[in-house]
Nanobody
Framework: VQLQASGGGLVQAGGSLRLDCAASGNIASINTMGWYRQAPGNQRELVAFITSGGSTNYADSVKGRFSISRDNVKNTVFLTMNSLKPEDTAVYYC?????????????????WGQGTQVTVSS
């Protein structure tokens, strides 16, 4: 199973970006999909997640500015980021909790994307 993230880049404060992360491979089903971020010198932190039923949860620092959604047909999770601030600068990682098909049944695993850089200039 692979996660391919895209959409990062450089944006001015107040601007917007959308991150995409597509899961591919021998996937049986996907539970929670989410985004984490890690700024230099900081620990990786949860930004937002969305359950298979569509329930969402956000870090307080991004509430009202970021929106997470998913396409269950394409196994893709999106993070729409508005009103970006310099403190949002970080490497963003997608995270997927899912079941992978194996020759002996389904195996629950957690997968991480490769990370995509988001830089917000002041």
């Amino acid at each position: 199973v692979q996660l391919q993230a895209s959409g990062g880049g450089l944006v001015q404060a107040g601007g917007s970006l959308r991150l995409d992360c597509a899961a591919s491979g021998n996937i049986a089903s996907i539970n929670t999909m989410g985004w984490y971020r890690q700024a230099p010198g900081n620990q990786r932190e949860l930004v937002a997640f969305i359950t298979s039923g569509g329930s969402t949860n956000y870090a307080d620092s991004v509430k009202g500015r970021f929106s997470i959604s998913r396409d269950n047909v394409k196994n893709t999770v999106f993070l729409t980021m508005n009103s970006l601030k310099p403190e949002d600068t970080a490497v963003y990682y997608c995270n997927v909790d899912a079941y992978r098909r194996t020759s002996y049944g389904r195996l629950r695993e957690t997968w991480w994307g490769q990370g995509t850089q988001v830089t917000v200039s002041s």
